[in-house]
């Protein structure tokens, strides 16, 4: 994904960068000591976050804090928690002990917030809302953030993991002008603990196939079927359960979700987990190495209103991450990262799909993989769409206009434009797609997705995003040949996107100057570290804790350091180490210490304080 510079106003876009400002620096692991036992289970550790189940679990003050009255509105059912909002001198306040299983590698507090006022200024900070964990400040917000609808907050809280701590929400109004904070659907998500044994580094369930067959109501927003998934466990250690990510359950909430999974075949659904965008599947009998067995479910995905990768603009749907797949269990366990808009938590393994998709035939369907359509009943049309070897699938639909081409190197290319977009743009981003994909084929080896779709739709608030054969874009070359660039950097040679994002982002970015002839010449003498964690090898879990830097470290440093890489290098032996290490990865998946491995092998100079100097751990 390319997050614009700056996102374009609104819920959405306020997500992931506008509210950075208000972060404290991240919690120091030295300050909260953390237990270490040998696993983790997944779990959410909030009791009644929703405010659904009467608010026992919570201490409030005032205890009408906890709510259901008119004069607000809840993100999800029917209650929430009103901080403040009299408009006179007052201190509310909400809490909960809770408890952070140890050795977990990974704690997420999530929750969201509305803020209305009756201040008029621009510049002072009257009414302020207080959110902290044991005794550490994680954010502060005021009349200043207002908005119009509700936003998500996210923490990373790990370095609390084996404690019971206190989360807590204090309000505080001044004697005039109302500002009121509004909380909903609180929850800290723990996962990434160590399954055992921990040694074991198999990435497993492997060769995944999934077959679906859906179909649409009249506008292409709901979609009903089945879906079946089969694996085979390549790992010396049993497999006793699966889990399903749920991904596009974050769009909505645990009381509507957007994705929902029943009927379960092949094994025992169990609880949902992480925000519900991870669902456990016990199988029936331990699964040993070199065995197979099909799991089977019935699917329903309502896609929700918002140009979105999971949304859709007017007619035009747009429905990535939709198909539940298989979570990845490797040395690290089970990952169940949770979901971030910042950028991607997905790491999944390269699998074969067949979707077939039946919907009304004045919808144009793109998806991943080749397409072929067939008449259906009523004025209906099948699309069946085949992938091989991909890490997820995609689609969209909508009465979109459709141009087609082929590149120089027989790529067959096709542009789906919303109303809006003239043809003359549309024309140009099919040659840039058409350049694009021919220039990084020849950097990093062949295309081998077949034809190749692109969505186009200037709503867009996130920028473009890459699916294996799709992407969702505006009408930006740069954006595209970036996006097209996550063909080879995240779709061919995978990772783990949500701990190693710059893998795939910092790569994609150097291949979009690659094609765009940009030599990075001085960029490196620009950078500017924000503090001394920051590194272009950090997690999601810290760059949604540092969201204002996530691109700048990511995207900038990221691939300046790749061009400073070329220059101890040279320009040859940089080619050939990339061209082979796409090779060498091929369908698979790729770390950070594989290629810091790889450059080394590359060159007879020590690069070990090349690696130091530009923040390149692991």
């Keep these: ?6 996102k374009a106003a609104g819920t959405a876009a306020l997500t992931a960068a506008a509210l950075a400002a208000f972060f404290l620096p991240a919690v120091p692991a030295a300050a909260s000591p953390a237990a270490a036992p040998a696993d983790c289970t997944a779990a959410q550790v909030v009791t009644d976050g929703g405010f659904e189940n009467g608010g026992s679990a919570w201490t409030a003050s005032p205890s009408t804090v906890i709510t259901s009255r008119t004069g607000q509105t809840a993100h999800g059912g029917s209650s929430y928690a009103w901080l403040d909002g009299t408009g006179r001198t007052r201190t509310d306040s909400l809490a909960q002990s809770v408890t952070i299983p140890g050795g977990c590698g990974t704690a997420t507090l ?15 900070a009257y009414d302020k809302l207080t959110a902290k964990i044991g005794g550490t400040t994680l954010g502060s917000w005021s009349n200043l953030d207002k908005n119009t609808g509700y936003v ?5 809280v790990s370095s609390f993991a084996g404690q019971t701590v206190n989360l807590s929400f204090t309000g505080t109004e001044d004697s005039s002008l109302q500002t009121s904070f509004v909380l909903d659907d609180i929850a800290l998500d723990t996962s990434g603990g160590t399954a055992p044994p921990a040694t074991d580094p198999t990435r497993t369930p492997a060769a995944p196939s999934y077959t679906v067959n859906l179909s649409s109501d009249t506008s292409g927003t709901a979609w009903t079927g089945h879906e079946s998934a089969t694996f085979t466990n390549a790992s010396a250690t049993a497999l006793n359960e699966v889990y399903l990510r749920l991904w596009d359950n974050y769009h909505g909430t645990c009381d509507a979700m957007p994705i929902k999974v029943t009927n379960v075949t092949g094994g025992t659904a169990g609880d949902l987990s992480v925000a ?9 009998a331990p699964l040993a190495q070199g065995q197979s067995a099909t799991i089977g479910f019935d699917l329903g995905i309502t896609v929700p209103s918002g140009a979105d990768r999971f949304g859709h603009d007017g007619a035009y749907s747009f429905i990535g991450n939709a198909l539940p797949v298989l979570a990845v269990r490797d040395a690290a366990g089970w990952h169940l990262d949770p979901y971030t808009d910042n950028g991607e938590a997905f790491y999944s393994l390269a699998a074969d799909f067949k979707v077939t998709l039946d919907h009304p035939s004045g919808l144009l369907v793109p998806a991943t993989g080749t397409s072929t359509d067939t008449p259906g009943t009523g004025g209906r049309t099948v699309t069946t769409a085949t992938a091989s070897r991909v890490r997820d699938f995609a689609w969209a639909a909508g009465p979109f206009t459709k141009i087609s081409g082929t590149s120089p190197s027989g790529v067959a290319v096709n542009v789906y434009s919303v109303s809006g977009i003239s043809s003359t743009s549309a024309r140009s981003m099919l040659g840039t797609a058409e350049s694009a994909v021919d220039a990084h084929a020849a950097r990093f080896g062949a295309y081998p997705y077949g034809e190749l779709d692109a969505v186009l739709d200037n709503n867009y608030w996130f920028g473009g995003m890459e699916y294996p054969g799709f992407v969702l874009d505006l009408v930006s070359s740069t954006a595209l040949t970036h996006e097209i660039g996550h063909q080879w950097w995240y779709g061919i040679v995978g990772d783990d996107e949500y701990n190693s994002p710059w893998l795939d982002e910092s790569f994609a970015d150097y291949a979009t100057d690659l094609a765009q002839g940009n030599t990075g010449t001085n960029c490196w003498n620009s950078v500017s570290w924000a503090s001394s964690t920051e590194k272009i090898t950090n997690s999601m879990a810290y760059w949604d804790a540092h969201s204002s830097r ?8 990221g691939k300046c350091a790749l ?3 070329q220059r101890v290098l040279g320009d040859t032996a940089m080619a050939k180490l990339l061209k082979d290490y796409a090779t060498a990865h091929w369908y698979g998946v790729s770390t950070t210490a594989d290629f810091k491995a790889a450059a080394q092998a590359a060159t007879s100079t020590d690069l070990t304080s090349f690696w130091t100097q530009h923040r390149i751990d692991g």
């Design 1 to 6: 994904m390319r997050p614009p510079p700056h």
């Design 110 to 124: 999530s929750f969201w917030l509305h803020i209305d006022t009756a201040e008029t200024t621009s510049a002072t």
């Design 152 to 156: 998500r907050k996210s923490f990373d």
């Design 276 to 284: 519900c965008t991870a669902l456990k599947i016990t199988l029936p």
């Design 550 to 557: 996530y691109s700048t470290v990511v995207y900038g440093y």
């Design 563 to 565: 061009h400073d890489l």
